[in-house]
């Protein structure tokens, strides 16, 4: 069965409400979602994280199936956070420096388009960005990036069991941390 409650295990916020105003989303994938969500969960400025599947084709994912590699999903964590405390260039950096975006369908020994690095926006400025720091990463790690960058397509929060899990199983699965490949933040031109 898939989510059926409604708030943060850590920090008691609406995972699946109405997105507060002036607030922004996004979808990320990183290979598991386990690790992933408790990387972004700390950030400063994110609102709210939670664990789900997107990008596939089946009309109602759960992980079993996922998992079988037949529904063309991934497992993503949909991130609400605050523009004015991190920047979507802040979370890119996050996000390309926690996993390796040039391993296609798999992270480390997870093996499976739902292990497959992903970025999934909400907007054109996103898009745009999403785009200019794989190509700076791609410099970066001196190999192909393979981080899948779209429209976000429909997000299907995953079981209640899958929400923050690592604050629930402190000693469970991660395979998420930094990779030793960093890369600095372009500086804008104020306009």
């Given at each position: 069965m898939l989510a059926t409650i409604d708030k943060h295990?850590?920090?008691g916020n609406s995972m699946f409400g109405d997105i507060p105003?002036?607030?922004?989303?996004?979808?990320f994938g990183m290979g598991c979602f386990w690790g992933a969500e408790r990387i972004l969960w700390k950030l400063d400025g994110v609102y709210v994280t939670s664990v789900g599947y997107s990008g596939g084709t089946h009309p109602s994912p759960d992980y079993r199936l996922v998992c079988s590699g037949s529904t063309g999903h991934a497992e993503m964590v949909h991130v609400v956070y605050?523009?004015?405390v991190?920047?979507?260039e802040e979370l890119l950096k996050v996000f390309f420096e926690n996993h390796d975006p040039t391993q296609g369908n798999r992270q480390g020994n997870d093996r499976g388009t739902q292990y497959r690095s992903a970025i999934f926006t909400y907007s054109d400025a996103q898009m745009a960005a999403a785009k200019e720091a794989s190509k700076r990463y791609e410099e970066a790690y001196g190999r192909t990036v393979t981080t899948e960058i779209r429209d976000a397509p429909e997000?299907?929060?995953a079981e209640d069991s899958?929400?923050?899990y690592l604050a629930k199983n402190p000693q469970g699965y991660c395979a998420h941390g930094p990779t030793g490949?960093?890369?600095?933040?372009p500086?804008?031109?104020s306009a």
């Open positions: 295990h850590v920090n105003d002036g607030m922004q989303q996004v979808q605050d523009p004015k991190i920047t979507f997000y299907y929060p899958h929400q923050q490949v960093t890369c600095p933040i500086e804008r031109a």
